[in-house]
Structures are given as C-alpha cells and as structure tokens.
C-alpha cells in the first residue's frame, strides 16, 4: 500500500489549499483514510476521516467549517480542501488507512503517506 500526499504550499492567510492524497497497493473497501497534522514542536493531530466504501465523513471540531474531506473512488484519491486558512493551519499534514472507522487516533493506521507541507502567511 502506496500513499502520496499533495497539493500543500505557502498560502496567504484567508486563502484556500486543496491536498490530495493518492492511494495505491490495494481496493480499499472496508477501510478509513484519515488527515492528520503536526505542527512544529506539537503532537500529531487527527482533522478529518472518511470511510472509503460509503464517503462517510468525520471532521474535528476545531476544523468543521473550513476543512472538508472527501474522496473520488474512480481516482483511488482523497482530498482534503482547506478554506479561510489561518496562521496556525501551518503544518505538515498527513494521510494515512486503516482497516475498519474512522478513528482519530493515530497508532491505529497502518499505512501512511509522507506529508506535504501548508505554511500559512499572515
């Protein structure tokens, strides 16, 4: 299994950034793919989750509003568009699956990708 994350970028603040992440390896039926960040000096966070068979999404609190997540099956791609972005969405964002939900926990996905950064200028 083959993640690849794209699509991040140095950004004013109010702008918007679509991520894409590129799944490879395997069908995915019956597994979740979640979008997770870290910050600089800050622990690895849990931003939104969809269940691949079905797009069933889940977004975290701190982000409804302005990140929404979603999936093109045909494409075997997630993406993660971002908008009004702020300062502090400066990160390096993560995809990664797991078989089974959604989870925000991070030690419970299996495959990841290797990031892609969004540096967000005020």
């Known amino acids: 299994v083959q993640l690849q994350a794209s699509g991040g970028g140095l950004v004013q603040a109010g702008g918007s950034l679509r991520l894409s992440c590129a799944l490879s390896?395997?069908?995915?039926?019956?597994?979740?793919m979640g979008w997770f960040r870290q910050a600089p000096g800050k622990e690895r966070k849990f931003v939104a989750g969809l269940t691949w068979s079905d797009g069933r999404t889940y977004h975290a609190d701190s982000v409804k509003g302005r990140f929404t997540i979603s999936r093109d099956n045909a494409k075997n791609t997630a993406y993660l568009q971002i908008d009004s972005l702020k300062p502090e969405d400066t990160a390096k964002y993560h995809c990664?699956?797991?078989?089974?939900?959604?989870?925000?926990?991070?030690?419970?996905?299996?495959?990841w990708g290797q990031g892609t950064q969004v540096t967000v200028s005020s």
């Open positions: 390896g395997r069908t995915f039926s019956g597994y979740a």
């Open positions: 990664a699956v797991r078989r089974g939900a959604i989870d925000s926990n991070e030690f419970v996905y299996d495959f």
